[in-house]
């Protein structure tokens, strides 16, 4: 049954003990600027980090484990006990379907192994798999390369975190979303990494970024074929600022008031999808820009989903991005029963 939120701001309760007892706040800390001042920061908003600064090779090999690994944030992790995943992905210039579909099959085994060998190297608490761009043909090889490398991580009482696009019950069988099996990777790994975000980005026409209405549909899907509790969901810190020809750039949640005040917009909050947008004409000759973006309010709402659909928490992408008050937004959220 769909848990909206307008169920949610009447005031009605949902709730899962087992989830609820210590959900996961995972967050992203890839390459941006201020992220470890955010990092340092920040770390008694979120229990978990995934290190999204490694690549694997089409023979399964692991690439950005030397000079550039952020060994500062690592040392940090461990200093303050908060679960480090190494988040390894398809990425060889851009999200690469050969390399998903290589590593799933003819490199399937270097590949699980290296894996392991390279969590166990770093002291992490597992692997974040995020693969993009898999092809609808590799689904089912995709599925057995997480059932595999599951099975390894877990013998060596390691967890699996994979990231997935965020679709329902409409889209599934889209060609962007086919290659993923939810029911078989959710019954795989430990958490399910649903990027709820990015909806809508530069080069297709404006619109929410995160909304709650779309945000919804797809955790129906997901939950529909996965144990909640080894869900999280994605909450953006950031939107987008497009131009008119629909090109544009992300927008950091920490810039967001300083854009609105120098040019004295009035944000407009979309009850529809709980999601901020505002028009200015740009100072540099650009003409008219759309932003859609998200405020304390809206993250706050889609914090609460995880009590509302009892999922094993959320997720935040990604640190650098945001300020204290996006931080103090999801705690108002994770605490709504």
């Keep these: ?57 089409k023979d399964g090999v692991i690439t950005g484990n030397g000079a550039d690994a952020p060994t500062n944030a690592l040392s940090f992790l461990r200093s303050k006990k908060i679960a480090a995943y190494g988040c390894v992905s398809n990425v060889d210039g851009d999200w690469s379907a050969d390399i998903a579909h290589a590593v799933s099959t003819t490199a399937l085994n270097p590949s ?3 894996l392991v060998k390279f969590a166990q190297a770093n002291g992490f608490a597992g692997i974040n798999i995020d693969f ?20 390894a991580l877990h013998a060596k009482g390691l967890k699996l975190i994979v990231s997935v696009p965020a679709f329902s019950a409409k ?14 990777l959710g019954a795989a790994a430990d958490y399910l990494q649903i990027m709820t975000y990015d909806e809508a980005i530069p080069t297709w026409a404006p619109g929410p970024v995160a909304g709650s209405d779309w945000m919804e549909n797809d955790l129906d899907y997901a939950v529909s074929l996965v144990v909640p509790g080894k869900i999280l969901n994605g909450i953006p810190a950031y939107g987008y600022d ?3 020809d ?12 300083a854009l609105i005040n120098q040019y004295g917009v009035k944000p407009r909050y979309d009850a529809g999808a709980n999601s901020v947008n505002f028009a200015y004409i740009a ?9 859609w973006t998200e405020n304390s309010r809206s993250v706050a709402l889609k914090a609460s989903l995880v009590n509302a659909y009892g999922l094993g928490g959320t997720s935040t992408y990604a640190l650098g991005m945001e300020d204290a008050g996006f931080w103090a ?3 108002q959220g994770l605490s709504r029963q």
Excluded: C
């Design 1 to 57: 049954m769909k848990k909206t939120i307008a169920v949610l701001l009447a005031g009605l309760a949902f709730s899962s003990a087992a989830a609820m007892a210590a959900p996961m706040v995972l967050t992203y800390y890839s390459d941006y600027p201020g992220n470890y001042a955010a990092l340092t920061k920040y770390y008694s908003n979120f229990n978990a980090a995934s290190v999204d600064f490694y690549n694997i090779t």
């Design 283 to 291: 100072r540099d000759g650009s003409g008219q820009h759309t932003v």
């Design 246 to 257: 629909n090109s544009g750039q992300q927008l950091y949640w920490s810039k967001t008031q």
């Design 242 to 244: 497009w131009k008119a």
């Design 112 to 114: 699980v192994a290296n």
């Design 329 to 331: 937004a999801v705690r």
């Design 132 to 151: 993009e761009a898999v092809a609808q043909g590799d689904r089912n090889n995709f599925s057995n390369f997480i059932q595999a490398l599951g099975r």
């Design 171 to 184: 889209d599934f069988n889209h060609e962007a979303n086919y290659g993923y099996d939810l029911r078989a």
